[in-house]
């Protein structure tokens, strides 16, 4: 497995790779998840496929008052998991390789982008979508792979590459959870054991909501079992179209597959989880 950490590398890298690429963008403290992602890669690229996993914790995506400093860096044994799980290279680049002094462009998706957790988090988006892109023009994949846990993130990247013409498939990969259903992420390691046992009642309070009749009764039911079960009130809580990301009104029928989504902060850390809702047709 190589390690590539300039654009020339990455270049020569890449004018050589053999299609399929595939490329799994991460922030590293990689864990199952991810590891899920990098062989869901493997398996598309076959065995003579190119498999990419970047590994850039993008200062772009952090708020001023978020953990940018504090998040996890495991760099040394996400090399291992990546080289384990059939990875070619691992692209590494440090903030200056990927912000040149002096830049000033950035990527801004401007509808999607504005509701859930870019409500909570101006500028989130925006960074993802530039680091992206930028990943996407150094790369230059067949395909990338990202995570249905970060729904929304998903649903911007689509529509970034279709609307900025990138020419390649973005793959959706369902979300790979823990034993007790709480969704594996980088930052469950901050949650300390108290934490860790209330945030089970997370992904249990969305899936018990999803079950009620309309969009008003789903959305008030997992507000109050994700505040009863965890401890603290969620940051959001929302039904969505799966695609647009468009609100559904309390009483609209569920005729489109749609999605609940919820932030809950517990503790000091901030978790993110959605279900899938099939569409629902009118008994006759
Ligand atoms: P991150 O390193 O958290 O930025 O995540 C890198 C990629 O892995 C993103 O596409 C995430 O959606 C995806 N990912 C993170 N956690 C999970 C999970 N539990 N299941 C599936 N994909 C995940």
Redesign the pocket.
């Known amino acids: 497995m190589r390690t590539l950490g300039t654009m020339a590398e990455t270049a020569a890298f890449q004018a050589t790779a053999p299609s399929p690429v595939i490329l799994?963008?991460?922030?590293?403290?990689?864990?199952a998840?991810?590891a899920?992602?990098i062989d869901a890669a493997r398996a598309r690229a076959g065995r003579n496929g190119t498999v990419i996993v970047s590994i850039f914790v993008n200062p772009t995506q952090f708020g001023p008052n978020e953990d940018l400093a504090k998040y996890p860096r495991t760099m040394e044994a996400d090399l291992e998991m990546c080289s384990t799980h059939g990875a070619d290279a691992v692209f590494a680049p440090t903030a200056d390789e990927m912000y040149p002094p002096g830049d000033s462009t950035f990527v801004d998706e401007t509808k999607l982008s504005r509701g859930l957790c870019g409500a909570q988090r101006p500028g989130h988006f925006r960074g993802v979508c530039t680091v992206v892109a930028k990943l996407f023009n150094i790369i230059r994949p067949d395909a990338a792979?990202?995570?249905?846990?970060?729904y929304q993130?998903?649903a911007i990247v689509r529509r970034m590459a279709r609307d900025l013409f990138f020419n390649l498939e973005i793959i959706g990969?369902?979300?790979?959870?823990e034993a007790d259903g709480l969704?594996?992420?980088?930052r469950n390691r901050y949650l300390d054991a108290d934490e860790r046992k209330r945030a089970a009642a997370f992904p249990a309070a969305l899936s018990t909501a999803a079950q009620e009749n309309d969009p008003g009764q789903i959305m008030a039911k997992a507000t109050a079992l994700i505040t009863n079960g965890t401890g603290s009130a969620p940051q959001y809580v929302e039904l969505v179209d799966a695609e647009t990301l468009a609100p559904l009104a309390p009483l609209a029928a569920l005729e489109r597959p749609a999605v609940l989504a919820a932030a809950v902060k517990i503790g000091e850390t901030r978790l993110i989880d959605n279900v899938r809702l099939a569409p629902r047709h009118a008994k006759v």
């Open positions: 799994v963008p991460t922030m590293g403290a990689l864990h998840g991810h899920a992602l792979i990202f995570g249905e846990k970060d993130q998903l990969h369902p979300t790979v959870r969704a594996m992420s980088s």
